[in-house]
């Protein structure tokens, strides 16, 4: 069965140091997302992805992340100066569809910025 | 806005006996609702999903949720836990508008020998 990829599992990571995480969502997928979970806190949205633009953002999602798929299979989430409060797991999601439709999740990356 | 409110981080239950983990919504419409499950160092997999068809659906693995509108609930149901379903189980609404689910903050489910 098609699943999505991440790596790395597990990223550490100076303060101020720029991260990519990666993903291969399911390759017949058009809708991508960024999703992630601060320790012991909701799985928070973070953006969408569709048509090579992003959809939606959160308000999290500010001019420190950008998110770019560079070839047909991956898409990527960038964090260009990381802080501590990043630390989290950051999950991948695609779908075939978008709105409503069944998102299938990646098993995440475990960001720690020291 | 949408929301969901998981009642319970952890849960124990012993094996064989019912599991129930509890999620209630906030939908100014009729929402779709999705229970997903983490099994350790994988990634979210979908259990089920209410589309606004039948109020009571079923899952994988034998597990099922009834959509209540009167409660605005949504929970989980198996009638006899296995050890192989200890997990985290995420519920979480779909946006109205827009592609984006909301999640609650998960149920930590233990089966005791």
């Known amino acids: 069965e098609p699943e999505v990829t991440q790596t790395p599992s597990h990223q550490v990571t100076q303060m101020g140091q720029e991260v990519i995480l990666r993903c291969v969502p399911i390759s017949n997928h058009l809708y991508f997302y960024w999703y992630r979970q601060i320790l012991g806190q909701k799985v928070e949205f973070l953006v969408s992805?569709?048509?090579?633009?992003?959809?939606?953002k959160s308000e999290i999602f500010d001019d420190q992340f950008s998110v770019e798929r560079p070839d047909g299979s991956n898409f990527t989430l960038k964090i260009r100066s990381t802080k501590l409060e990043d630390s989290a797991m950051y999950f991948c999601?695609?779908?075939?569809?978008?709105?409503?439709?069944?998102?299938?999740f990646g098993p995440g990356t475990r960001l720690t910025v020291l | 806005a949408q929301s969901v409110t998981q009642l319970g981080s952890h849960v124990s239950v012993s094996e064989g006996a019912l599991v129930l983990l509890r999620c209630n919504y906030s939908s100014s419409v009729p929402p779709y609702l999705f229970w997903y499950v983490q099994y350790p160092n994988q990634g979210l997999q979908l259990l089920l999903k209410?589309?606004?068809?039948?109020?009571l659906v079923k899952g994988i693995n034998g597990f099922e949720a009834e959509f209540k509108k009167s409660e605005t609930s949504f929970h989980l149901t198996k009638p006899s836990a296995h050890m192989s379903d200890a997990a985290e189980y995420f519920c979480a609404v779909s946006a109205n508008t827009g592609n984006q689910f909301y999640f609650g903050t998960g149920t930590s489910l233990t089966v005791i020998p």
């Open positions: 999601a695609s779908t075939l569809q978008g709105s409503r439709d069944t998102q299938y």
């Open positions: 992805f569709y048509n090579n633009e992003i959809s939606e």
């Open positions: 209410y589309t606004s068809a039948a109020t």
